[in-house]
């Protein structure tokens, strides 16, 4: 009998190849329950999503789920290939939501290797990769490049040329995609909790959203769980002991849920998150208990109209595009900690007056 083993340790850094496609395994299909148990971890409030008498009346068959979930199951998909063996998740571009999802609908995702640079330690090295996610008709419903530090399995271990792709420092107005039978006439803004419009933004206006919230180590643990993102620096706390970091490492995904969700108070018209233009975890946030609090800056731009949005006399079809920042620090003795954990320039779709 052969001693092969049968289970697979993931891919390092040296496993990867420019060009190489790669269908990810596990499709998901979401329910409401999923619905419920993300604003369990996150306590959002948008009424999008949470109400399908509201989503109806602005055209949609029912409330789509948060656009962040998508973003956890897709990513989630993607580990087992792409992060297993992860050091960190560096940043992103190029981020667009595509068709809503709703309850009942199953995810699948795919990815293609766009940059590989070893690191000087030879230790690791920074992969880049283009993951789509589709549903069960094959609709894309996000489309995305991130990377990703991954360790080497064989520090010595020889790699080619570095490629580092050049990506798109921000998503086109003209490429943000408005779910189809979307309209705004009817929007409630006492449903939706804010009397503030894309009017009421002012370029360079700096938003404190306030609140903070404690990350528990529990909940990051779960959320891992939840959307199968099997990365060890997340969930393995005796491996994370053999890290630069000494410890294991919450999943950033969790962080940006966190400051989505917290971002109501300021920005509850801000109904659909439709692009991220860049992203960084600036700084590791660890497992040790700590608290999050978050600082907006919006950066109006008049031009910014998505495709397909049209406006006649006292009618609002589909809003338009409003690019945030959205900065994310760890607070400690009721004063803000210097060190940044997440800095995301991001679009979201908000109702004109």
Known sequence: MSSKSKTSTGNFFEDFRIGQEI?????????????????????????????????????????????????HVVIGKTVPDISLNAVANLGYAEFR???????????????????????????????????????????????????V??????????VGAPVVPKTATSVAPQDLIVPAGLTLAAYDDIAAGSPYRWEDYEAGERIDHVSGITLEDSDHMFSTRLYQNTARVHFDAYAGKNTRFGRRLAYGGHVISLARALSFNGLANGFRVAAINAGSHVAP????????????????SATARPPGCRRAAGENHCGQGLPLRLVAGKQADGKYHPAVVLDLDYWLLVPRH
């Open 23 to 71: 269908r990810h395994a596990t499709p998901r299909t979401l329910t409401e329950a999923d619905a419920a148990l993300n604003i369990g971890l996150y306590g959002s409030r948008f009424a999008i999503n949470s109400s399908d008498v509201f989503a109806r009346s602005l055209g949609l068959p029912r409330a789509p789920l948060d656009d962040l979930l998508v973003f």
């Open 97 to 147: 939501w595509g068709v809503p999802v709703f309850p009942g609908d199953t995810v699948s995702a795919h990815s293609t290797v766009l940059g590989l640079r070893e690191n000087s330690n030879r230790a690791s090295g920074v992969v880049w990769v283009r993951s789509i996610g589709t549903n069960q008709t094959g609709e894309m419903v996000l489309d995305y490049v991130r990377w």
């Open 285 to 300: 946030d660890l497992r040790r208990r700590h608290d999050l609090c978050l600082v907006g800056s919006a950066g109006k």
């Open 149 to 158: 530090m991954v360790h080497k399995r064989d520090s010595a271990a020889a």
